[in-house]
């Protein structure tokens, strides 16, 4: 299969008054998303937000309770939903941090197995993260360290080049210079093979420089959905001597603040209008895009009364 026939195939997806509940309760609350296709998604929110749920009703895993998932590529002619739907659940690999992966088997069959039921596979990706992740591939699963099994996850998620690729906290049980090997691998071969990925998540600043638009999700409501840049646009970071810094400061809503030594970090939401760009320039100060992470503490923040 050639890049440019994958590129056909990178998935679009939306959902339309999207609603699951468990016992009544919602998990997810009549979403109304659009996930552009060909783009790398963060599904960000806070623990039971409702992430793992969307990531599996969005795989066709699960049948919604009202509303619906819809997607649709070049190649497959018509819009279609996932549940139970063949055509669609062979083009969506949905990697989740459980591994979904059989104890029993040997890593080498359970490579086997996904390169005869994907279509895109890539058997000479997936022999090169094995070893650049080093996961043996003559062990059973139940015989890798969590590491591992979460690496083996990655490696089945990238080689499979589905053209909706979802990694649900997949990459929870790696250690750092794991996790980074993870984020270069994606990004490259991302680059080489264009699709839709959705990286759900909550470790927010270690995600974002990867992520083109995000989707952040609170109690099952959608709270916003966003490219990154008009995101970190609706804030700003305010860098310089700390009196300066709280003299400019005062009056905008703070999201987060940083001292070191004299020098203060202050992050406030609001847009800074080219005036007061010039008047913090004027007072020697630096003024940068707002962090993801801050913004997303903000908006996913508690409010009395909530439902929790
Ligand atoms: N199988 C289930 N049975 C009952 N309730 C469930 C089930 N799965 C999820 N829930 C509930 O649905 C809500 C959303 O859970 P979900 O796992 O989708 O959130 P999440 O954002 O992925 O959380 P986390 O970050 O902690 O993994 C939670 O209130 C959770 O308790």
Redesign the pocket.
């Known amino acids: 299969m050639t890049t440019s026939t994958l590129e056909q195939t990178a998935l679009a997806v939306r959902t339309e008054n999207l609603s699951?509940r468990?016992?009544g309760?919602p998990?997810?609350d009549r979403l109304d998303l659009r996930l552009a296709p060909g783009t790398i998604h963060g599904l960000l929110?806070?623990?039971?937000?409702?992430?793992?749920?969307?990531?599996?009703t969005l795989a066709g895993f699960r049948r919604p309770d009202e509303g619906r998932v819809l997607v649709e590529s070049a190649d497959l002619g018509t819009t279609q939903e996932p549940y139970e739907n063949a055509v669609v659940t062979s083009r969506v690999c949905l990697i989740r941090?459980s591994g979904d992966l059989v104890d029993a088997a040997p890593v080498k069959h359970v490579l086997g197995l996904a390169s005869s039921l994907r279509p895109y596979w890539d058997d000479d990706l997936a022999g090169e993260l094995l070893d650049r992740f080093e996961v043996p591939t003559g062990k059973k699963v139940s015989k890798l360290s969590r590491g591992k099994k979460s690496a083996l996850g990655v490696v089945l998620g990238l080689a499979s080049r589905a053209p909706l690729t979802i990694f649900?906290?997949t990459y929870l049980g790696m250690d750092v210079p794991s996790r980074n090997l993870f984020y270069d691998v994606l990004l490259a071969d991302y680059a080489e093979v264009p699709r839709t990925i959705v990286l759900?998540t909550?470790l927010v600043a270690e995600v974002s420089p990867l992520l083109e638009e995000v989707v952040i999700?609170d109690n099952?409501r959608l709270v916003t959905q966003s490219p990154v840049d008009a995101l970190r646009g609706r804030g700003a970071s305010i860098v310089g001597p700390a009196a300066a810094v709280d003299d400019f400061t005062a009056g905008f809503t703070v999201l987060a603040e940083e001292k070191l030594g004299g020098t203060k970090s202050t992050t406030v939401l609001g847009d800074l209008d080219p005036a007061l760009l010039a008047q913090a320039r004027q007072a020697g100060l630096e003024v940068g895009p707002v962090g993801l992470q801050d913004l997303f503490v903000h908006l996913t923040a508690p409010t009395p009364g909530a439902r929790s």
């Open positions: 699951v468990f016992g309760v998990a997810l929110g806070r623990n039971g937000s409702g992430k793992s749920t969307l990531a599996a941090e649900d906290e759900s909550h999700l099952g």
